[in-house]
């Protein structure tokens, strides 16, 4: 006979005990991935994953059966949540606030796969990031994605902009351009994003689009420049997503952004094994946010729009 499952482990994590049940219990069938694997990625991922969480209001998806049709979205802290668990209050709902790793494992003993963050730090009303949502219509697509990417950082690399890439964790990639701290609002983003847009959609019409209808789109990739607001969120850096092959929003050294770059390549059980050999392709997203000459580009932009 087998060994029984376990039915709960208690884990200390900076003086607190997290409680872990159904250590056993399968999550990503697919890829053999159960609970306490997706426990120990959190662990071991938690200084990568927790500098983007920090101080901002998250809402996750949980899974209550692993990956499958059953998930709801979560805003509201639960009245069950321990002690060391932080909440912000914004707009009547009690948010959780992901500050430490024992908030972490917490969550992800209650099967919240996906983290999406908003652009904003909770202490104040400035984003602290542009973030460029690129979305094909499928990953039979992804390549437009990649177009769109290499063709905003050559854009940002004009402008002498720091720009950083990952993939969404499931068809599409992300630019992320980080902001010097309180100095560029929402309205003034929306300057540069739509900028972007437009340059892309002149560039290739026949590869992007802006049109918000999916239908409409056709077989264009979507430069969702409108998704960089106040109150909408994105998937987090280094975030499982809830497909069945476990993928993760996984941030990419610009050198390998190619032609052949597939959003397959990163599910959840080669991420340590890539960091070990890669490194962290965000290591220096916070703190090129003070050498950003965005002021000058949101001024010509102002000044463009008049």
């Given at each position: 006979m087998g060994k029984p499952a376990k039915e709960q482990l208690n884990v200390q994590v900076n003086g607190d005990v997290v409680t872990i049940t159904s250590p056993d219990k399968p999550l990503w069938p697919t890829v053999g991935v159960n609970k306490i694997e997706y426990i120990n990625y959190l662990s071991k991922m938690a200084s990568y994953i927790l500098p983007f969480l920090r101080d901002r209001a998250l809402t996750v998806i949980r899974y209550p059966h692993g990956v499958g049709e059953e998930r709801f979205y979560q805003k509201n802290c639960p009245d069950y949540a321990p002690e060391y668990v932080r909440t912000v209050r914004e707009e009547d709902i009690d948010y959780i606030v992901c500050n430490n790793l024992q908030t972490l494992l917490w969550l992800g003993n209650q099967l919240a796969?996906?983290?999406?963050?908003?652009?904003?730090?909770?202490?104040?009303?400035?984003?602290?990031?542009?973030?460029?949502?690129?979305?094909?219509?499928?990953?039979?697509?992804?390549?437009?994605?990649?177009?769109?990417?290499?063709?905003?950082?050559?854009?940002?690399?004009?402008?002498?902009?720091?720009?950083?890439?990952?993939?969404?964790?499931?068809?599409?990639?992300?630019?992320?351009?980080?902001?010097?701290d309180n100095q560029i609002s929402f309205e003034e983003s929306r300057l540069f994003t739509e900028f972007l847009a437009h340059y892309l959609i002149e560039r290739e019409p026949r590869w992007f689009t802006i049109e918000r209808l999916k239908k409409n789109r056709g077989n264009k990739c979507y430069i969702d420049y409108i998704q960089h607001a106040e109150g909408k969120t994105i998937i987090a850096p280094y975030s499982v997503r809830g497909n069945d092959d476990a993928l993760v929003a996984a941030p990419l050294h610009w050198q390998e952004v190619s032609q052949s770059l597939k959003p397959e390549f990163f599910p959840l059980p080669v991420m340590?094994?890539?960091?070990?050999?890669?490194?962290?392709?965000?290591?220096?997203?916070?703190?090129?946010?003070?050498?950003?000459?965005?002021?000058?580009?949101i001024s010509a932009l102002k000044e463009k729009s008049l």
């Open positions: 796969f996906e983290f999406h963050i908003p652009f904003r730090f909770t202490h104040n009303t400035y984003p602290s990031e542009i973030v460029m949502d690129l979305d094909p219509p499928s990953r039979n697509d992804f390549i437009l994605s990649v177009e769109a990417a290499l063709m905003i950082k050559e854009v940002c690399d004009n402008l002498h902009l720091k720009s950083f890439v990952k993939t969404s964790g499931n068809k599409g990639m992300q630019i992320y351009i980080p902001l010097p340590e094994q890539r960091m070990k050999e890669k490194g962290n392709p965000f290591e220096t997203f916070f703190t090129s946010k003070h050498s950003q000459p965005i002021t000058a580009v």
